[in-house]
């Protein structure tokens, strides 16, 4: 990995005995789009202020672009900030609210308008110069205060649940509108969010954060086809959790007996040591065929020891979504399993109903194996 542009080590932060930032180490590259992932109260904002100057570090070092932050005020970082109530002066224009901090830092005149200008057009707000905040629309409002924040050409941007005050369907546009956006000027973003939808789909990579603690870093598909543990396989999308126990571990190989499945895997666990095991399994990976008194169940990967990777369930209720539908599946033990099937080629099956029988059967290469 290229040398990083922030580096935190070690970070934490205590409001008296409660650690809302937990010994936290990170690194973000240059041009990053980062996020910052986690549920209300895990700290990502407060780890966010810290790197904007605005909290300190109770313990660990901040360092940007190699100088450490201790004692530099939030003005002189190389990192500007956009807040989540995108606040914008009411009484000046577009144009006058984007040029604000250049005339502040003494910009001349003639620069100022040419970087006004172009900070407008990457936000395609060119044409809006002379509205007001009142004449603008949510969305245009946000833009506003992102050129404003890009306008001063920072090293970093930090951004603060950005899209959370627009409506559904703008924040949905919003996002690839700011990915692209972070592309073209290719200024670091480092974004806090506790939508792990908006995280997945804008950001290189993404930190996830729980109670303080940095879970685990990765790039969006790793994150959910590997997850580190329970929380981040549950934090991020939706998961069939089976806890169990290790009863066969080879090197390429495991077989896991949970909660009323055998479930095997392509590959070996470390650091299992016979304690508790989850083997974690997406409802997408799950399949699901007719469950007939007189047909055989459907057939497995070769090598699938007895019983493992195969359930006999009932299905209890699905919802239509559109493009997919969820089953809700009730296996043995009263235990409900979760199966998301793509409806692409719906025309061509019927479908399953509630409380018809059904078998669900997954690949060895589907589950992961978690130790916490
Ligand atoms: P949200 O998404 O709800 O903003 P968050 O993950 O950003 O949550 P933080 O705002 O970082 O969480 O807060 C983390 C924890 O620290 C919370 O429990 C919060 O109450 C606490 N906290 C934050 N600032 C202070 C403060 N100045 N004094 C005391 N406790 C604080």
Redesign the pocket.
Known sequence: MAEPLIRIEGVSKR??D?A??DDVSLDIVEGEFFALL??????????LRMLAGLEVPTEGRILIDGQDMAGVGPNKRPVNMVFQSYAVFPHMTVEQNVGYGLRIDGVPEKERRTRVHDALALVKLDGFETRKPDQLSGGQRQRVALARALVKRPRVLLLD?PLSALDAKLREAMRSELAIIQDKVGVTFVM?T?DQDEALAMACRCGV?NK?VLQQVANPSDLYEYPANRFVADFIGSVNLFEGRLVQDLAAQALIEADGARVWVDHGVTGAEGGTVWAALRPEKIELAHREPDAPPPALAPGTPEGANLLAGTVRHFSYLGSETVYEIEVAGGRMVKVLRSNVRRYEDRGFDTDQPVWLSWSPQSPAVLLS
């Open positions: 409001f008296g409660f809302a930032v986690g549920p209300s109260g895990c700290g990502k904002t407060t780890l649940e806090v506790h954060m303080g």
